[in-house]
């Protein structure tokens, strides 16, 4: 049997085969971040059949100043919640698991979005938009912190799976961590344990409301490309702290370059990554990346490169892409 149909546990999650959806912003949402009868539709026609195992809704916002976009998912309010819960049932009712990621933008974003200027480690400027940020207190950390206990707590409310943490393509906890955005010369920046400080006391902070059995994935930036960035070795560091701090599984995708990766057009082109922090994890690794063919997602995971995959864009312009992938590989 094919490997992407081999069934998966990863923690208290069981997974029927390798093969997930990963989150991709629609910008289908109300106006206050409620889940609207175009984002249930959406969701209802990517998981009909239940062909992937998992699929992790869009980044969603943990707090109004940490809003990406406008029509952006909101987990900032509890009223949010029965909507989410519908939201999780359309997804279970096809037979999919169900796993929604949370988010700040940090700098990610402009003051035409959020009505305030937007908030970052330090003040460099934002490569996206070339605007200053305002640099973030102590105090407005800890808020941070909370902000992101609470939307677990609500994710888990609304009858998800697991709650992904982001840490990706450019956004607030992706600035923390890279070195290119990162300039604080107090207990947040500085070395790298320093620099993923945040990351664990959010990751300490979800755990102790959804407990220790809730699934826990995080979405790592894990190379900037680019001098003094993050390199795939300070991930590989940041992947066995995240292990240690009890994270479920680890999601590989791009830093600053969002979810490209330069002079690499193959399937599955955040593969050297993913392989190299499998080298030093034992909890599973999602890659995705390009990944337009079945039989190469396959090879994939026959190689070892990773024990998840996920397909993005091709299932974004092909709802069936899915069914007809599983049908090729039985």
């Not at 909370?146 to 677990?152: L, Y």
Request: glycine share 8%; hydrophobic share 40%; with cysteine.
């Amino acid at each position: 049997m094919a490997h992407l149909l081999d069934t998966l546990q990863a923690g208290a999650l069981t997974l029927h085969n390798r093969l997930i959806m990963p989150p991709m912003a629609t910008a289908k949402s109300e106006a206050d971040g409620g889940v609207s009868k175009a984002v249930l539709d959406y969701y209802q026609e990517k998981s009909k059949g239940g062909c992937f195992s998992l699929i992790v809704v869009e980044h969603s916002f943990v707090s109004p100043e940490g809003k990406a976009s406008k029509n952006q998912l909101c987990v900032a309010n509890d009223h949010l919640v029965e909507g989410l819960r519908s939201l999780a049932q359309v997804i279970h009712s096809n037979g999919s698991k169900a796993v929604m990621q949370i988010n700040h933008a940090g700098s990610a974003t402009t003051q035409e979005v959020i009505g305030e200027i937007p908030v970052a480690p330090s003040p460099v400027p934002h490569p996206w938009n070339g605007n200053t940020p305002k640099e973030l207190s102590k105090q407005e950390i800890t808020d941070i912190v909370q902000a992101f206990q609470d939307a677990a707590r609500r994710v888990k409310e609304a009858g998800f799976d697991g709650v992904e943490i982001h840490s990706a393509h450019g956004y607030l906890l992706n600035q923390f961590f890279s070195p290119l955005s990162n300039k604080r010369t107090d207990e947040y920046g500085g070395t790298i344990h320093n620099r993923l400080r945040l990351h664990l006391q959010i990751i300490a902070a979800v755990k102790a409301v959804v407990g220790n059995d809730f699934p826990l994935l995080l979405r790592l930036g894990s190379c900037d490309y680019k001098e003094g960035g993050i390199t795939i070795e300070d991930s590989q560091i940041a992947a066995k702290e995240f292990e240690k701090a009890g994270i479920t599984i680890l999601d590989i995708s791009g830093s600053f370059l969002g979810y490209k990766s330069p002079g690499s057009s193959e399937q599955g082109y955040f593969s050297p990554l993913t392989e190299a922090i499998k080298k030093v994890v034992s909890i599973p690794v999602i890659l995705t990346g390009g990944i337009t063919e079945p039989q190469a997602a396959e090879k994939l995971l026959v190689a070892e490169k990773a024990d998840l995959i996920g397909v993005g864009r091709a299932v974004l312009q092909d709802s069936q892409w899915a069914k007809r992938a599983i049908e090729t590989l039985r």
